[in-house]
């Protein structure tokens, strides 16, 4: 009796563990099944939904799919984000713009919705995209704005392609240039020391460790690099982590700062930019900007942006349209 009654208790702990597995399997799919519809939310036409006017696009140029926003009427102005982030950086000023002009704001190559493909992340093939694509629109000379690494791809736009350049906007960041390789392998004071621009010129490794991960160090740049955290919404901050878990998203990402050497010898060559250009940065980034910018835009102002950090766009939107809207009439 006594074996027979371990048998039964066996048996009983077997049927137990089989049924949490089933259950466990069955929570997991539910979960999966949660989060493919928690990410709808932060889907492309999800996000154009909440911004009357505008509508998603996508084109093939040079070689590669790019998905685009566009909205509004008047002359064209071209938007280009940064790293971390994607179109949706620009969506507090969008509206704004739109009522005098036709703008189109872009995720370039490696970025978002558009391809990710092996190379051509050089900032002067970058500029060449950006080119085709206004081309193929047909708007004739555009005016064209650009933070962080759109910043870059900004200024190689109007420095290789002035035919089509009207005015450009740098927001808080400066072309690739030798003063790179002077950069501090360790702290020297600065307020926040620019380890990944070092981290993101190694192959393979990143994708590795921050695939599924990639939001930790989004959360990491943006609170350090915003004087107000809140700027950059909980909303916001799942938009771009949803557009950089992947390991072909931080691959592609990581290209644009891997083509720096080639992007310090290319603007060496180009030439000096005379299309008007108005400059906005942070207090941090006013001190780089004025010694920078000269070296290759003539017809240069410098506007400084108080209470804020890295992402002006965030934190002093009104501010910034209003000086970008004030600066294209």
Known sequence: MEIKNKIISVLSLIVILLGFE????????????????????YDDEYLVSMLPGFKNHHQNVNGTKLHYVSG???????????????????HKIMSNLAKYHK???IDYRGMGSSEKPAGGYSKKNMAADIASLIRSLGPGKVSVAGHD?????????????????????????QHPEEDL????????????????????????????????????????????????KDSISEFDRHVYARAYETKEAIRASNGWY??????????????????????????NSIPMLKASLPNYIMNLQ????????????????????????????
Not at 24 to 41: L, P, V
């Open 149 to 173: 690494i759109g910043a870059n791809v900004a200024i190689s736009f109007a420095g290789n392609y002035p035919e089509l350049t009207e005015k450009l906007i740098v927001l808080d960041t």
């Open 72 to 90: 509004g009427t008047g002359s064209t102005l071209i938007l280009l984000p940064g790293w971390p982030q994607t179109w949706w950086s620009y």
């Open 22 to 41: 089933g259950y466990a399997q069955s929570s997991k799919q539910m979960t999966s099944k949660m989060i493919t519809k928690e990410n709808d939310k």
């Open 181 to 228: 390789y002077k950069l501090p392998m360790l702290p020297v004071g600065l307020p926040v020391h620019p380890w990944w621009v070092a981290f993101n010129q190694i192959k393979d490794l990143p994708e590795d460790l921050l695939e599924g991960r990639f939001h930790i160090v989004q959360q990491w740049i943006f609170d350090q690099m915003l004087v107000n």
């Open 103 to 105: 703008v189109i704001v």
């Open 258 to 283: 891997q083509a720096f050497p080639e992007d310090i010898q290319d603007i060496k060559h180009m030439k000096m930019i005379e299309a008007q250009t108005l400059a906005l940065g942070s207090p």
């Open 302 to 329: 410098l506007k400084e942006i108080e209470n804020s950090g890295h992402f002006i766009l965030e934190e002093q939107p009104a501010e910034v349209a209003n000086l970008i809207s004030e600066f294209l009439k």
